[in-house]
Nanobody, 124 residues
Framework: VQLQASGGGLVQAGGSLRLSCAAS????????MAWFRQAPGKERDFVAA????????KYADSVKGRFTISRDNAKNTVYLQMNSLKYEDTAVYYC??????????????????WGQGTLVTVSS
């Protein structure tokens, strides 16, 4: 599975961005996709995840109510709509694909495939 992330950029605090992640294929090797982010000097953190079948989602507490993850099964694409962006949302955002179980959807180790990352910069 190859993942291509896009949509990052520079935005003012309070603004919005939509990230996209296109998967080359959606086979038995992947039942969910997720977004993680890594700020400078920090570890990679979970942001949101969605299962291909059923569409159940999980969010980090820091983005609940502001970010929405969605999927287009026909296009093998997952989106991350980010609203009310804050300076602390500044990071490189990575999409990932894998076969996590419900209890591991927030763990980076549960995902086998990663995109190249897209930079989101929020100016204060």
């Amino acid at each position: 599975v190859q993942l291509q992330a896009s949509g990052g950029g520079l935005v003012q605090a309070g603004g919005s961005l939509r990230l996209s992640c296109a998967a080359s294929t959606r086979t038995f090797s992947s039942n969910a996709m997720a977004w993680f982010r890594q700020a400078p000097g920090k570890e990679r953190d979970f942001v949101a995840a969605i299962r291909w079948s059923g569409g159940s989602t999980k969010y980090a507490d820091s983005v609940k109510g502001r970010f929405t993850i969605s999927r287009d099964n026909a296009k093998n694409t997952v989106y991350l709509q980010m609203n009310s962006l804050k300076y602390e949302d500044t990071a490189v955002y990575y999409c990932a694909a894998g076969r996590p179980i419900i209890t591991t959807m927030t763990r980076s180790s549960a995902y086998d495939y990663w995109g190249q990352g897209t930079l989101v910069t929020v100016s204060s």
